[in-house]
């Protein structure tokens, strides 16, 4: 999984593969797109967490794609960029509600802190259980977090070591390997994770809830908990 999709847009084609050789590495995908129409026709075809957008773009410029792309999708989360003085079309980008404006040249750590801020924290769940996989993660997406789920403890190392997860959500009772475990191999592995226990079997895992306790995890909720409370319990984490 990456750490997010982005589309750069930007008619200057060294400038956007610099732009995406910054975000590459830190493990985000990366589309490019040349002209307004091309972004227009990504977005149509696909979803995007962010989206930089130079101002000045041949044809259909990059005010007048951003508005049409808010027209499609409300939400798009747009990064107007720009070399020009180009005040009144900015004025317009940002009426329109541009999460940002940026002056060329761009620094990377100011794109990269840009970024965390702007992009939806990503949660993994690990649980073998569907149902309540996808109960969780309906009240997760509707607030707007990027979710993924394992269905197994291998599973869940697995992905918790790629890019994007900012909170894990690790139920103990899994199969090939428990949540006590998988939770010590990633601390082995470096990995510092915030992660809420959950289970539904407190009593006979009492010892591994007090050996993660000592560990100081960040929380655990027993089955069945109230969807609020995981909610409150993720935003304190990641604010």
């Known amino acids: 999984m990456a750490a997010g999709r ?41 979803d995007f967490d962010v989206t930089f957008m130079d101002v000045r773009l041949p044809g259909k410029n990059g005010v007048e794609s951003f508005l049409e792309i808010r027209a499609r999708k409300p939400h798009a989360r747009v990064i107007m960029m720009t070399g020009y003085s180009v005040e009144q079309l900015l004025e317009q980008a940002v009426a329109g509600g541009a999460w940002a404006v940026l002056h060329k040249p761009l620094g990377p750590e100011r794109v990269l802190q840009l970024l965390r801020d702007i992009i939806p924290a990503g949660i993994l769940i690990a649980d073998d259980d569907p149902d309540t996989v ?71 895992e009492a010892a591994a809830l007090d050996t993660l306790r000592s560990l100081s995890v960040e929380g655990v909720l027993r089955k069945p908990f109230n969807p609020r409370d995981l909610v409150e319990l993720i935003e304190s984490l990641v604010r």
């Open 6 to 46: 982005i589309l750069i847009v930007d008619d200057d084609r060294d400038f956007a593969e610099g732009l995406a050789d910054v975000l590459l590495p830190r493990g985000f995908e990366v589309e490019l797109a040349f002209s307004g129409e091309e972004a227009l026709t990504k977005f149509i075809h696909g």
């Open 134 to 204: 996808q109960g969780i993660r309906e009240v997760l997406e509707s607030k707007g977090y990027r979710v993924y789920a394992a269905r197994d403890g291998q599973e869940a190392i697995d992905r918790a070591r790629e890019d994007g997860i900012d909170v894990l959500l690790l139920d103990l009772h899994m199969p090939i390997l428990g949540g006590l475990e998988v939770y010590l191999e990633l601390r082995r592995l470096g990995l510092a994770i915030p992660t809420i226990i959950v289970t539904a079997y407190a009593r006979e």
